[in-house]
């Protein structure tokens, strides 16, 4: 089972920043509202995530570690319209065998938190507020080609923000904070929307934190819904795109996705409006029934399948079309 887990981390765990975008994930589905990466070497050396949600309760902490072990599918209904960040129950038990993990963890209902060493089995007591951190360190310490694949420490640690980055872009509801070698990279305070800030604000100040003043002011609003589609977020105009050349956010359901159909629908537009926008900077944000969308290609679930591509092409290119063809004020 050792090696079966080898071979899944293959597929799941690439570099620091795979596992960096699996524990905050995880965080995220535990109900985080704050959640602190802490890293060494580029997440080489060290790699923990620390939140504030619901935590695991001391006897599932084994379990935890363990393939196929999810709290996420109930039953096969779920399988289908599975819409939580995740749900394979593969990313702990592949990271953990390829690295020495370690699992820290307190409930609302315990009056201590516990400590779990994956690599001993050892699980006692432990201090800590209610939620969890996971700690990964040495990475590939026992598959050397593997690790021989990482490149620079500023590499590495490039990745794991970009991986934190696009977790910020799709949830301004949560603080998240990046440290390296005890120094503080980046931090995007939570702005839960409410009352006194709705949703589109909440989510513009969170562009504005993470992608910078600049791309805010210098973008326009998406918005469309057509038939079961609905598209939302910003579209940088040419003046922010100069500034950075490889940001292009996509979500679906609210999931970072790299997706062909939806770049190449965003690129169509561009070319259409503004005449050969190479590298536009944009956050685009695809809500879809998820019985239309397969998020099921591949372990990562950075990939997806739509039902109908056609469908979902069309209403992308014309939501940026008429956002940037739109007079700005
Ligand atoms: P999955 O997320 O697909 O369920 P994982 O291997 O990523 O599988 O995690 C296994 C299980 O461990 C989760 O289903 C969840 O019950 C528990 N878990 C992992 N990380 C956390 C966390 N930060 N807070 C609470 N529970 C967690
Ligand atoms: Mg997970």
Redesign the pocket.
Not at 69 to 72: L, R, V
């Given at each position: 089972d050792e090696l079966i887990s080898q071979i899944a981390a293959g597929e799941v765990v690439e570099r620091p920043a795979s596992v960096v975008r699996?524990?905050v994930?995880?965080?995220l589905?535990?109900g985080?509202t704050q959640i602190t990466v802490r890293l060494m070497a580029g997440g080489v050396r060290l790699i923990a995530?620390e939140?504030d949600?619901?935590?695991?309760p001391q006897d599932?902490l084994p379990v935890?570690l363990r393939r196929h072990?999810?709290?996420?599918i109930r039953d096969l209904h779920d399988l289908e319209t599975v819409c939580t960040?995740?749900?394979?129950?593969?990313?702990?038990?592949a990271i953990a065998s390829v690295s020495e993990t370690a699992l820290l963890?307190r409930t609302a209902g315990q009056a201590s938190a516990f400590l779990l060493d994956a690599r001993s089995g050892e699980l006692r007591p432990a201090a800590r507020a209610q939620g969890?951190t996971?700690e990964v360190k040495e990475l590939f310490f026992s598959t050397p080609a593997r690790r021989k694949f990482l490149k620079t420490d500023a590499t590495e640690l490039a990745h794991c923000v970009e991986a934190v980055r696009r977790h910020a872009l799709a949830r301004p509801d949560v603080g998240f904070a990046v440290w390296h070698e005890g120094k503080l990279v980046e931090q995007w305070r939570a702005c839960p929307s409410g009352p006194e800030l709705s949703a589109d604000d909440a989510l513009a100040r969170r562009l504005a934190d993470v992608l910078g003043e600049d791309f805010v002011a210098q973008s326009v609003p998406v918005l469309r819904r057509v038939g079961p589609v609905t598209i939302t977020g910003r579209a940088g105009v040419p003046d922010a795109a100069r500034s950075r050349p490889d940001h292009q956010y996509c979500y679906v359901n609210g999931r970072f996705v790299r997706d062909k159909v939806l770049t190449h629908a965003a690129r169509s537009a561009y070319e259409d409006v503004l005449h050969g926008q190479r590298q536009p900077v944009y956050a685009l944000y695809v809500e879809i029934d998820p019985a239309r969308v397969d998020v099921n290609v591949h372990p990562t679930k950075i990939e997806v399948r739509f039902r109908d591509s056609r469908e979902v092409h069309q209403a992308v290119r014309h939501a940026v079309e008429d956002a940037l063809a739109a007079p700005r004020a």
């Open positions: 699996e524990l994930d995880n965080a589905d535990a985080a995530v939140d949600g619901c935590g695991i599932e935890a072990a999810t709290s996420k960040m995740g749900f394979r129950g593969e990313a702990l038990a963890s969890t996971v």
